[in-house]
């Protein structure tokens, strides 16, 4: 048998070589338990206490694990638990407290119903404080409390507590430096307190995945019923409250919150009119408040639309639009830049902002850049007085910024909001500016404003205008693998997930299309007509060609025959229209590369059969009856 020192010396050499794999102590290990003669299992178990080169941990769950595979050839095991853990606590009692993860309880419970007597155990850990001087943490004091607590008698607890109570830790919270008690961080009261803080916290977040999606919950909150979390939701429009639930690092954006809420807003109006005609009074206050900004105005337009459709309040819709729209002192066609001023605020905004924003809005109005910018920054310290430059809120200054980017700093945030709250003020008392190479169709203001618009008049987004992903493309289509190579599955399964053994419950049958299945299979299907006669025979050699001779033809973008048609035996009826760069936004990751494309049935075979769309080309049918 190895002794104490050996095996450390071996577990050192192990630690200290890299180029042994990771799990190699624990080979070691076992090794030397499976080699262990019977009668020296005892005094390996007496080594594995005293090995300093092991966690606490680690040796207890050896030494649980071990006895209990070698208990029934050795009654010295069954009679000598209490002495197994004696001896560990004698050489590694300070382990229990010096754990990786804490687990204090959790070994001790472990060591007690190895060894069947909690209170030996307890006493055990208490001991090797008390001999070894151990300093503990409140969360080391808390887990060995609660392992006392259980086996203390009900009278000693209570005594221990009132100790407690009467002693100067009771005022330790009046002197920790919170501040005075503040409503605004109050815990809620009720669920749905809860429910609108939680929400309102989330569509003030930095991520916009994460506001994305929290403004598309909204429409499941109508769902549900939760009227009255809605309520609460539009009444915190308006407010810069966010301070119960807070971020790490990150202030709440509060007008990205109320932003956000009412793009899910104009989507659920949209889909349950009904559900929320409630709130048209509500979002009318708000529409007519001078605090509420142009973008906000545009949203709760889209709202009262969808609410106030079919309604007797239908007729106001004519007014809501106009006010959107229509700059109340009209446009003035100016060529001349106005003079030059420097800004009298000297207040600094970040550097694209101040090029591209403030010089927009300048322009927008015929005034100077220096007037934009001083009326953006009183804008800003209106709400933050001691603000005197953008290095006041968090957030690093970013340059290249783009619209599209995913996440919006704090900083960024009141920018751009400033800066549609001075656009809101300034056309209700300015002229637009319309160049003179401009014609009455172009309309500055509302092209301005589409700027910082993300979803359609009605208030549909664009993922509520994507068609759904057929069943078939949902499928795994590996099979087995052999060896390490991936395999299809059998052809008859493989047929039978594409669909193309038989028509679907809708009476659909895919006859184009391209996808990659969930387990990373490529799939195209392309289908082409053939002559009845001879059919059967031209499929055939069909199939049997070489993989890269397998094709059939397809109309081109101009519904005119493939190029190379005349070498295959089959007909086009399907026209694919290319796919061309769009160069639009290619800069950004989550764009398209390409234009959007949607495959269709051929020009001959829609005017053969008389077919007609009714939703873009998504479905097409007969005459009808």
């Not at 169709?441 to 987004?461: A, K, R, V």
Request: charge should be negative; proline fraction near 4%; glycine fraction near 6%.
């Amino acid at each position: 048998m190895c002794s104490v020192s050996d095996i450390e010396e071996a577990l050192h050499t192990i630690r200290e070589n890299k180029g042994f794999e990771y799990n190699t102590k624990d080979r070691f290990l076992d090794a030397l338990a499976e080699n262990c003669a019977v009668e020296n299992r005892p005094g390996f178990i007496g080594t594995l206490c005293e090995i300093q080169n092991l966690g606490f941990d680690d040796i207890v769950d050896r030494i649980v694990d071990h006895v209990e595979a070698w208990q029934s050839s050795s009654a010295y095991f069954s009679r000598n638990k209490t002495v197994i853990v004696e001896h560990l606590f004698a050489f590694q009692g300070s382990g229990l407290f010096d754990l990786r993860y804490t687990g204090i309880t959790r070994k001790i419970k472990k060591l007690s119903e190895f060894c069947g007597s909690k209170d030996h155990v307890v006493q055990l850990a208490v001991k090797s404080i008390a001999n070894e001087h151990l300093v503990l943490d409140g969360n080391e004091w808390l887990e060995l409390a609660s392992s006392i607590t259980s086996i203390a008698a009900p009278s000693t607890a209570l005594k221990a507590l009132e100790q407690l109570l009467s002693s100067s830790l009771t005022k330790v919270g009046d002197e920790v430096g919170e501040g005075a008690h503040h409503s605004g961080i109050a815990p809620p009261t009720d669920e749905t307190e809860l429910v609108v803080d939680v929400f309102w916290h989330l569509l003030g977040n930095n991520d916009a995945f994460t506001r994305w999606n929290c403004a598309r919950a909204i429409h499941s909150l109508v769902e549900f019923g939760l009227h009255e979390e809605i309520n609460g939701l539009v009444d915190r429009i308006g407010s810069s409250s966010g301070e119960r639930l807070r971020t790490k690092g990150h202030q709440h954006a509060f007008w990205n919150a109320e932003q956000w809420l009412l793009i899910g807003l104009a989507r659920a109006t949209l889909f349950e009119p009904s559900k929320l005609s409630q709130l048209a009074s509500k979002l009318e206050t708000l529409f007519d408040s001078p605090s509420t900004h142009i973008l906000s105005k545009v949203l709760i337009a889209r709202c009262l639309s969808n609410l106030w459709k079919g309604t007797d309040d239908e007729s106001k819709l004519l007014g809501v639009r106009t006010t959107v729209n229509v700059p109340p002192h009209g446009y003035v066609e100016t060529d001349a830049r106005p003079a030059h001023s420097e800004p009298k605020q000297k207040f600094q905004f970040d550097y694209d902002f101040n090029k591209y924003q403030v010089s927009r809005l300048a322009r927008l109005f015929g005034i100077s850049e220096g007037q934009a910018s001083d009326a953006i920054a009183e804008a800003v310290q209106k709400k933050w007085p001691d603000a005197r430059n953008m290095g006041y809120f968090p957030g690093q200054e970013r340059y290249h910024l783009r619209q599209e980017s995913r996440y919006e700093t704090f900083r960024e945030h009141v920018q751009r909001h400033a800066l549609l709250s001075v656009a809101t003020q300034m056309v209700s008392n300015l002229p637009v500016s319309r160049r003179s190479y401009q014609t009455y169709m172009d309309l500055p203001w509302p092209e301005w404003i589409s700027n910082f618009d993300l979803t359609f008049e009605d208030g549909s987004w664009l993922s509520d205008r994507k068609d759904h992903t057929p069943k078939i493309a949902h499928q795994y289509l590996l099979g087995p693998r052999s060896g390490s190579s991936d395999t299809l599955c059998h052809n008859q399964e493989l047929v039978q997930k594409l669909g193309l053994h038989e028509p679907d419950e809708t009476g659909m049958f895919p006859i184009y299309g391209s996808w990659r299945s969930h387990d990373g299979v490529s799939v195209r299907v392309v289908s082409a007509l053939v002559r009845r006669s001879g059919a059967v025979g031209v499929c055939r050699a069909f199939a049997r060609l070489p993989d890269h001779e397998i094709w059939l033809p397809t109309l081109e973008t101009d519904g005119e025959p493939h190029t190379h048609q005349e070498r295959s035996e089959f007909t086009p009826w399907i026209l694919a229209p290319e796919r061309f760069r769009s160069a639009i936004d290619e800069e950004d990751k989550f764009a398209t590369r390409t234009t959007a494309t949607r495959a269709k049935v051929g020009p001959n075979i829609i005017g053969s059969y008389a077919l007609s769309s009714l939703d873009e080309g998504k479905s097409w049918h007969g005459p009808l009856k």
